[in-house]
């Protein structure tokens, strides 16, 4: 099964959006299936075979989630993000901002689900392969 210091070291090699297909290659290759990525304080938790789940500690302090949802401003966040217009933490304030609870990344499915405050779908999208 994989480990906290693994998914560490894999994560520190992303810069920006553009090195994301690398990291969800990398992921893959050691077992997650899927991961939650939680806006408020960047803690995260990965999914692997028969139950097995890590949690990570918060990556930053705590911040406030919008109330409402503002789905256009954030698909303009996300797209300059992935052009690697933004860093990570840069991303995480912008998707806080526009209301953005959590997202969980399926390496399964091979598909990224934004979820608002209330729980809802705010968008999904496919995830890119390297």
Not at 6 to 34: R, W, Y
Not at 35 to 61: K, Q
Not at 117 to 124: D, Y
């Amino acid at each position: 099964m994989f480990t906290i210091q693994q998914i560490e070291e894999a994560s520190s090699k992303v810069k920006s959006g553009v090195d994301f297909p690398k990291l969800v290659q990398e992921f893959i290759d050691l077992g997650i299936k899927s991961n939650d990525v939680y806006v408020n304080d960047g803690h995260a938790e990965y999914f692997g075979n028969d139950g097995f789940s890590l949690c990570t500690d918060a990556n930053y302090p705590a911040q406030e989630i919008a109330e409402k949802s503002d789905g256009e401003k954030f698909r303009n966040y996300l797209k300059i993000h992935q052009q690697g217009q933004t860093d990570y933490p840069t991303f995480c304030v912008h998707a806080a901002e526009t209301g953005v609870e959590k997202w969980t990344l399926d390496f399964e499915k091979m598909i990224c689900t934004y979820f608002d405050k209330a729980g809802n779908e705010f968008l999904v999208e496919q995830i890119p392969l390297p």
